[in-house]
């Protein structure tokens, strides 16, 4: 079955401790994994797409990378707005346009 | 270039009622799909609409209906509501029923059942 899991669930950190979000997915023939923001009371904002094992992608302070299991987000040096949840999707196979999302990863980042 | 608007952002029904929502795609998009976001989770496919049919369907009852307009906006509604049915409602909007180019969201209707 086609599965997305996110980890960890809830991450708190310090303004400029970085970390790294993960993303695991069990999808056979990737057409590509999806990043996303989503602010309390908002729909999710796209990030970043990565289509290939090896691939990254960088914006600011993010930087997303792809291997053939799982996608990690990794922060820099965040700040207080990056506080938000980040999901990550997939499209199954053969499937059109469906997306499966995993449950996400509610980053807290304090000053 | 508006993006992807929702109406109305805020609803509240009882358990048997019915309801409409509605979704105009980014502009130059011409697929919509639909979500439901309950509390601290992802988003669930519900369906997506394409050329005016429904292409796809995710695991939800026929309670769950939409439709597609010529100008691609779209209605998401949902009969004989239930307490479960409590929610955040996502439409997105894409380019080509088969396209890998990211879905973009709208803000979503938040539905409340009483």
């Known amino acids: 079955e086609d599965q997305v899991t996110q980890s960890p669930e809830a991450l708190r950190l310090q303004e400029g401790e970085s970390s790294s979000l993960n993303c695991s997915y069990t999808?056979?023939?990737?057409?590509?994994l999806f990043w996303y923001r989503q602010d309390p009371g908002k729909g999710p904002e796209f990030l970043f797409t990565?289509?290939?094992a090896g691939e990254e992608k960088e914006k600011e302070r993010l930087k997303a990378t792809l291997t053939k299991k799982e996608s990690f987000l990794h922060i820099t040096a965040p700040k207080p707005e990056d506080s938000a949840t980040y999901l990550c999707?997939?499209?199954?196979?053969?499937?059109?346009?469906?997306?499966?999302f995993g449950q996400g990863t509610e980053l807290s980042v304090k000053p | 270039d508006a993006g992807v608007t929702q109406s109305p952002t805020h609803l509240i029904k009882t358990r048997g009622q019915q309801v409409t929502l509605r979704c105009s795609p980014k502009s130059g998009h011409d697929t919509v799909s639909w979500y439901q976001q309950a509390l601290g989770q992802g988003p669930q496919f519900i369906f997506q609409?394409?050329?005016?049919?429904?292409?796809q369907r995710g695991n939800f009852p026929d309670r769950f209906s939409g439709h597609q307009f010529p100008n691609y906006s779209s209605e998401l509604n949902v009969n004989a509501l239930l307490l479960g049915d409590s929610a955040l409602y996502l439409c997105?909007?894409?380019?080509?029923?088969?396209?890998?180019?990211?879905?973009?969201f709208g803000d979503g209707t938040r539905l409340s059942i009483l």
């Open positions: 990565l289509y290939s």
């Open positions: 609409y394409y050329e005016e049919e429904e292409r």
């Open positions: 997105a909007s894409s380019s080509g029923q088969y396209s890998n180019q990211p879905q973009h």
């Open positions: 999707a997939v499209p199954p196979r053969d499937q059109g346009g469906k997306l499966i």
């Open positions: 999808v056979s023939g990737l057409r590509g």
